[in-house]
């Protein structure tokens, strides 16, 4: 299940995803040429972040299982639409898999469960932290993240990991929607910044 | 309400996160993205933020989930990458073939198919079936709203009609039918996409209500493939095993 090359999955440094980022480039143009071995290495590469990812904003570990597959098959079924030079794949990939996340979450916004995650995100840094382990790049996104100040990282974790609008965001810190606004972006120049992306 | 240059540029962040408030929002602020390079440049580097974000969240996914995938990808048909010039060629085509159909016959098809999506939400059991039922329905209501649809029908070489509503542009099609025969226990009406060389399964036709099976979806259809419909031993075959009861060509 987990990548025989352990830095296969690793978000290093810029430039080493540049390296390998151009090589999970060409393996998705080949999944767009019907290479069933490519899209098994770029599912052993990414099934990793895009499970991670639909997890941490559905929670419910078998809807997250469903949305999964639904994105890794849409990778499989569209690869023809991926454009290295808008991007790279891995972005590619998670921009999916988190906006099919969300796509769920607002679809069911007034089912159940919705509000024991609001009683929940009230800790979402403890979250991260929790999360953190060895691995470097949770090392490194940690610390960029402990590097915000506390309404940015709070915005920007209760709406990427959580999964709430910027409105939502707003009334779960008691800041204006302009405010959050401007929290989100600054703190995303501020991660981007920290973490290299060039 | 109208919103200020600058406004619009600071959502830049929660656009990157999809954490805009509705679907408009997000799609005036997709329309913003490609007159404004420095925004989209600006997203692009968000969007990588975030994909380092998520490679943090990493978790290792279910056992099980990778053989699924992979068989669920074989049985898949990829969609062809966009050819510029192709789309107008294929709704002029589409446009030739509509008076084909009798316009009545259309409406009846969207009708029974918008009854037979309701009938399913009251057959469904457990969550999870209401969600994948929630799911496919707004496939196919995205499906239904497409500009561009063709509607065809064809009767079975053994009595009843199957109606498919094709979306060529989104290479999807909905395929109802009414008044099929019923089948011994043990077997199972299947669709398939015959193309020139391949032939995929396009999924089974549901147990039907009053003679009419509910909706079915079928994704990555592509140019010359003819729609068929076999029966085949419970739980389907993975290559069609007797002679299609239709063969309907699907104009794409």
């Not at chain 1, 480039?25 to 767009?32: F, G, K, R, T, W």
């Not at chain 1, 024991?116 to 490194?140: F, G, I, N, Q, W």
């Amino acid at each position: 299940m987990s990548p025989n090359d352990p830095d296969a999955s690793r978000f290093t440094s810029a430039t080493a995803d540049r390296r390998g980022g151009r090589d999970l480039d060409d393996l998705l143009v080949q999944v767009a040429r019907g290479d069933t071995e490519a899209f098994e290495a770029v599912y052993d590469r990414l099934v990793g972040p895009v499970y991670g990812v639909i997890r941490r904003v559905l929670r419910d570990p078998s809807q997250s299982e469903e949305v999964a597959q639904e994105v890794l098959l849409e990778v499989w079924r569209t690869a023809a639409r991926f454009d290295p030079a808008v991007g790279g794949a891995a972005t590619w990939v998670l921009t999916i898999a988190h906006r099919r996340a969300i796509d769920r979450v607002r679809s069911a916004t007034a089912a159940a469960g919705r509000e024991h995650k609001t009683a929940e995100v009230h800790t979402p840094h403890d979250e991260v932290a929790e999360a953190v382990e060895a691995s470097l790049d949770r090392e490194r996104v940690r610390r960029c993240l402990d590097a915000l100040t506390d309404v940015q990282r709070e915005s920007i974790t209760l709406a990427y990991y959580g999964g709430h609008s910027y409105r939502q965001v707003a009334d779960l810190l008691k800041v204006t929607l302009g405010a959050i606004k401007t929290r989100i972006r600054d703190g995303l120049i501020r991660m981007r910044d920290c973490l290299g992306v060039s | 309400m109208r919103l200020f240059r600058h406004d619009l540029h600071s959502l830049s962040g929660a656009y990157a996160l999809d954490a805009l408030e509705t679907e408009a929002e997000h799609d005036r602020f997709t329309r913003h993205l490609s007159r404004c390079p420095s925004c989209a440049g600006e997203v692009r580097g968000f969007r990588e933020v975030a994909t380092a974000m998520a490679f943090a969240a990493a978790t290792e996914a279910p056992p099980g989930m990778r053989d699924q995938v992979l068989a669920a990808a074989a049985r898949t048909r990829q969609l062809p990458p966009e050819v510029a010039g192709e789309s107008r060629a294929r709704q002029k085509r589409s446009r030739a073939w509509m008076p084909w159909v009798p316009w009545l016959s259309g409406a009846v098809a969207v009708a029974s198919i918008a009854v037979a999506v309701f009938f399913g939400f009251a057959q469904a059991h457990t969550q999870d079936e209401l969600d994948q039922i929630r799911a496919q329905n707004q496939a196919i209501s995205l499906l239904l709203s497409s500009p561009q649809v063709t509607l065809l029908s064809k009767s079975t070489t053994e009595g009843g009609v199957a109606t498919v509503v094709l979306a060529a542009a989104r290479h999807q099609l909905v395929v109802v039918t009414n008044g099929l025969p019923a089948l011994p226990a043990g077997h199972v009406y299947q669709l398939w996409l015959i193309g020139k060389t391949t032939t995929t399964s396009a999924g089974l036709l549901p147990a039907a209500t009053d003679g009419r099976t509910p909706p079915v979806l079928a994704t990555g259809v592509v140019k010359g493939d003819t729609l068929g419909l076999t029966v085949e031993p419970a739980p389907g075959s993975a290559q069609p095993t007797t002679t299609p009861i239709l063969a309907l060509p699907l104009p794409v």
